[in-house]
């Protein structure tokens, strides 16, 4: 609820900052219109980027309920079932995603290993082969089975290729390919961030990586990697 809290309160600081330079594009009756619409707009926003499955009408129903005090959850309510979908709903909305995931990639062609990591073997590489322990430089691409992209290296960067600098799926996938190769994988949850998440990645979330192996260097490198 902290979260939505802070939201909320940037919310607030949009709508003033929007009071100083006037309605903005939004063409509505009265000044008290334009402020509900803006208001709207940051609301809807948040909600989209919290899950953005959910369905808008009930969320607009929800918010006249509380205006004509005809809500059938009370705020304190509201905030326990949004703490019980985060701790317990979206880790279990996400394991079900990620296996269609999974089952999804390999009906379009990954091969698959017996971890469950599935993977397409973009460019296979030089013979000059990636083996644990190796210091690899990578370029890659971190999305979430739905395209949305969360991270992109734009150069080379280097990655020793050993636990735990490197999550389970990097340690199985990589080796697969050879220096100047190019591999994806479809990653299941246990193999990446587990039940837990980590750094905005949530709990059971299933990822998708698109790996260019640049360089191997045998030992490990200068500068010694963050986890990935």
Avoid: H
């Avoid at 006037?22 to 208001?39: F, H, R, S, V």
């Avoid at 607009?60 to 701790?87: C, N, P």
């Avoid at 050879?178 to 980590?198: H, W």
């Avoid at 045998?218 to 990935?228: F, L, R």
């Amino acid at each position: 609820m902290k979260k939505l809290f802070i939201l909320a309160a940037a919310s607030v600081a949009s709508v003033s900052a929007m009071s100083s330079c006037g309605q903005g594009n939004a063409k509505l009756a009265t000044y008290e219109d334009t402020l509900a619409y803006a208001i709207g707009t940051d609301l809807g926003s948040m909600a989209f980027q919290f899950d953005s499955t959910m369905n808008p009408d009930i969320l607009a129903a929800a918010v006249k309920d509380v205006f004509t005090k005809k809500s059938a959850m009370t705020r304190e309510e509201a905030g326990a079932f949004i703490q019980e979908y985060m701790t317990v709903g979206l880790a279990r909305k996400n394991e079900a995603a990620g296996k269609k995931f999974i089952e999804e990639a390999v009906k379009d062609g990954a091969q698959t290993l017996p971890s469950g990591l599935a993977y397409k073997i973009d460019k296979p590489g030089s013979d000059r082969k990636v083996a644990l322990g190796d210091s690899v430089y990578v370029k890659y691409t971190l999305t979430l089975p739905n395209g949305q992209e969360l991270e992109k290296s734009q150069e080379a960067v280097p990655m020793l290729l050993e636990a735990p600098y490197l999550i389970k799926a990097w340690l199985e996938g990589v080796p697969l390919v050879g220096e100047g190769g190019k591999i994806t994988l479809f990653t299941p949850a246990s193999l990446a961030y587990g039940e837990q998440g980590n750094r905005g990645i949530a709990p059971n979330q299933a990822l998708k990586f698109d790996i260019e192996v640049v360089k191997v260097v045998p030992g490990t490198p200068d500068t010694m990697p963050a986890d990935k």
